[in-house]
């Protein structure tokens, strides 16, 4: 494409347009997270002009290594948003991996661009100065494409506020050829994207790796902006949702979703992954900066995927197949970044899928790396990794054991006994960690409670074992339960299910907390109902929830208000049975399991079978012989 949109405004006009729209008019809007602010962030108690918003960009790259500038003449403009603050995005995986792979392509410039800190944002709107891009400080608006990075739902708001921030238009059939393609991406659009749907002009569905070659190619053969949509709904990945009517029942669900004449928009969007990782680079931190969340921390993904088929889980069936990164090419960055690190991060959900595991941590460890997992799977565990961990200074590790029971583990598909954790547990101890962090769930199918009981009986099994090292140690640590109630995800064995109730929920969060609340060093997080309430509502809602959205960011993230002036009956989304659905908001995108496995786990999962992962089932087959 030789030119960009046509009809480009000048950007001093656009800043007029700009400081009209700004009198007064500007929603005020916080991020939904209470994160400590990045250390250094100026705190505004007026306004704040373009000219020091520049000059705190400034002073952020001033203390950054390997951010990329590029000239922005002749290339595709990408600024890359992360609806969060810059100290919670800049340890996000997900968000440096894209802004390496844009960069990465030589006809794209990429620039990133964060929500700004809380007292900033209210400065902003006192000013009316538009969201500028942290490499070069250019106004956000006049970029070709504004594409957001979406991990969590909370964020969802914050999207809409940095949209206003830059001068855009939330809705996309708002508008025009005048400003940037607003593209959403990230772990939200593979599990459901159409709450976001009436905010994008497009929606990337997939894995970066697979999906930014091609925009390159679409944004190159294409002559404007509506052929570059026309081409990309071509190509796998890309959902542009004004390209599709949803017809509704009277009674509420979703009909069907009708692609519209002309548009060559496909019926269902498939998912764009990377078949393969042998020959990828793996997702590794490219900018080191001391003002994030996890410090100058070397992240690595070692390994993509997890095949333990929890039933409950996305992060496991929406990464299917797990995928190792090539090891050689995992330590020459580790040994790239040595420098500017010495404590490496690894955030893959199934670390120990990687063949080379034990000689890839063994290596980064005799680089001088401290390795800190983000977590492990208890089947996972074996006495040299926790000896690694030990040696890198870790103190604490966390398992997700998620019930107390054998029953109820049957149901979820968490595969492994209480035998198995309790032996886990010896052996984390016995390597000389200190303490346990334990994930559990509340509000599963089947559950009642003997379950709860379940819950304490197991942990105080736990807390025994720490005590009996702690003796001999002459150090007592601690054991931390941490308790969510479930929320049903879409793409799971488990999206057709309603949230259990508030009322049983609250029951069960009081029983659980008089279970547990006298024990010695053992402390539990119980977290409660209403929070989860609205993230279901994000999770499992569809584009008629933009409402909601849009009235939340005005209110400063009162969901209960947003929720009643949108009119939205959040209910219906969050605590309906949704098994007689022909269609659920998320089928749109083809993530590559088909219901009709899904329906087959549900249906297990009330018989009480399991279904064994192929790590599980092989380790059977070896039993086997073993026995016979
Ligand atoms: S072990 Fe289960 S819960 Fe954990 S990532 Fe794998 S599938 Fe998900």
């Excluded at 800049?90 to 700004?116: H, K, W």
């Excluded at 219906?572 to 496995?597: C, E, H, N, Q, T």
Aim: net charge neutral; hydrophobic share 40%; charged share 25%.
């Amino acid at each position: 494409m030789a030119k960009r949109w046509t009809c480009r405004p000048s950007s001093t006009f656009r800043r007029f347009c700009d400081a009209l729209e700004a009198f007064g008019l500007l929603p005020l809007a916080f991020c939904q997270r209470q994160r400590p602010e990045a250390k250094g962030a100026v705190k505004y108690t007026g306004s704040v002009s373009q000219w020091q918003q520049r000059e705190q960009a400034k002073a952020l790259l001033a203390k950054e290594v390997g951010y990329v500038r590029k000239p922005h003449a002749g290339r595709l403009r990408v600024a890359l948003a992360f609806p969060n603050t810059y100290f919670v995005g800049m340890s996000n995986l997900g968000f440096q991996t894209v802004y390496r792979l844009f960069n990465a392509e030589d006809g794209i410039v990429c620039e990133r661009v964060f929500l700004p800190p809380k007292s900033e944002i209210a400065a902003l709107k006192i000013s009316g100065a538009s969201l500028v891009t942290v490499e070069s400080q250019t106004l956000v608006r006049d970029f070709d494409i504004l594409a957001f990075s979406v991990s969590f739902e909370w964020d969802y708001t914050n999207v809409l506020t940095m949209l206003r921030l830059a001068g855009i238009p939330a809705r996309a059939d708002q508008r025009t050829h005048h400003h940037p393609m607003v593209m959403i991406g990230g772990a939200v659009t593979f599990v459901n994207p159409e709450p976001l749907a009436l905010f994008a002009d497009v929606i990337a569905a997939g894995e970066g790796e697979a999906l930014i070659p091609p925009l390159l190619e679409a944004f190159k053969e294409a002559s404007d902006r509506d052929d570059l949509l026309q081409r990309l709904v071509q190509t796998r990945g890309y959902y542009v949702p004004s390209f599709y009517d949803v017809h509704y029942l009277d009674s509420g669900p979703i009909q069907r979703f009708e692609a519209r004449a002309g548009t060559g928009a496909p019926a269902v969007v498939r998912k764009a992954a990377l078949k393969t990782t042998e020959a990828v680079d793996p997702p590794v931190t490219s900018i080191f900066t001391p003002d994030t969340e996890f410090g100058s921390r070397f992240l690595i993904e070692v390994v993509r995927g997890c095949a333990n088929l929890c039933r409950f889980c996305w992060a496991g069936y929406n990464y299917l197949p797990v995928r190792s990164f090539p090891k050689e090419r995992i330590l020459e960055l580790a040994e790239k970044a040595r420098p500017y690190s010495a404590k490496a991060g690894l955030v893959s959900i199934a670390l120990c899928d990687h063949p080379d595991i034990e000689e890839i941590l063994t290596r980064l460890a005799a680089m001088g790396y401290s390795i800190s997992p983000a977590s492990l799977r208890l089947d996972d565990l074996t006495p040299t990794l926790l000896n690694l961990l030990r040696a890198s200074g870790e103190r604490t590790v966390t398992i997700a054991p998620e019930v107390g029971s054998d029953r109820l583990r049957r149901v979820v598909n968490k595969t492994i006994t209480n035998d198995e954790i309790l032996a886990a547990t010896e052996m984390i101890f016995a390597s000389g960690m200190e303490n346990l962090k334990l994930y559990y769930m509340i509000g599963l199918p089947t559950e009642t409670d003997d379950d709860l009981v379940a819950i304490r009986d197991l942990t105080l099994q736990m807390r025994d074992i720490m005590m009996r090292h702690a003796k001999d140690r002459g150090q007592v640590g601690r054991v931390i339960g941490s308790v969510n109630p479930l929320v049903p995800k879409p793409g799971t064995a488990y999206q057709w299910l309603p949230m259990e109730d508030d009322a049983s929920i609250d029951r069960k969060i009081k029983r659980l907390r008089a279970l547990t609340s006298d024990i010695e060093n053992v402390y539990f997080n119980i977290k409660s109902e209403r929070s989860s309430f609205y993230q279901a509502l994000l999770s499992l809602g569809d584009r008629r929830v933009a409402p909601a959205i849009e009235a939340a960011e005005r209110n400063g993230g009162n969901w209960r208000a947003a929720v009643k002036e949108a009119g939205v009956d959040a209910d219906f989304y969050v605590f309906r049975d949704r098994s007689g659905d022909a269609v659920l908001p998320w089928d749109i995108i083809d993530g590559g399991m088909k219901d009709s496995f899904f329906r087959a786990e549900m249906d297990k999962a009330l018989r009480e079978e399991w279904t064994l992962p192929p790590k599980r089932q092989k380790d059977n087959a070896r039993l086997l012989t073993v026995l016979q």
